[in-house]
């Protein structure tokens, strides 16, 4: 246990002190609180920042799970630095809010989702797949009814809807031999 503590640590040191001021790294939100966040990179190093001060890029907010890129141009020791600017990428951001689509092209039953910054899922209309929380990587747009079940290791039990478009007034996704197409919905 204690070598992997100290590859990890290495591998931190190595990332985070090898880079041109400022720095950036990119990861994917591990635990968040008023001052702080902690996020792991695809090397899977842990680093926690303090926000203090730093600005936050993110207007739909983030959460456990988000992707986010914290830039820094102070020294990180032991895991720990101070974070200049956290923000997520445009889609993420795109994908906060209501989305709703005809029943079947009926246009009297809308179904849909709302996808809340906190990380969880309002259903609209059909309810015949219960989903309650979500998570977006790399252009996907993952849905589970358990938000363990958005873990890495229990990634089999959510489903997972590629982003073929989205901008301020549409989400096209596709999966499961289909694709539909979303508009923003008023709250």
Known sequence: MAKIVGSLAVMVAMLLTSCVRPCRVEGTVSDISDNTITITTAEDAIVTFSTRGAKMCCPAGIHRGS???VEFSDDVSDGFGNAERVEAPEEYNLLI???IAPCGGNPECMHG????PDGEVIEIGDHSILYNYWRYDDGT???AEAEENLLI???DLAHHWTIEHIDSATLTISGYGRTETFARGER
């Open 97 to 99: 809010g209501r989305w």
């Open 153 to 155: 290791d229990r990634f």
């Open 67 to 69: 992707p986010v890129s």
């Open 141 to 143: 747009l993952s849905l």
């Open 113 to 116: 989702f709302e996808l809340r």
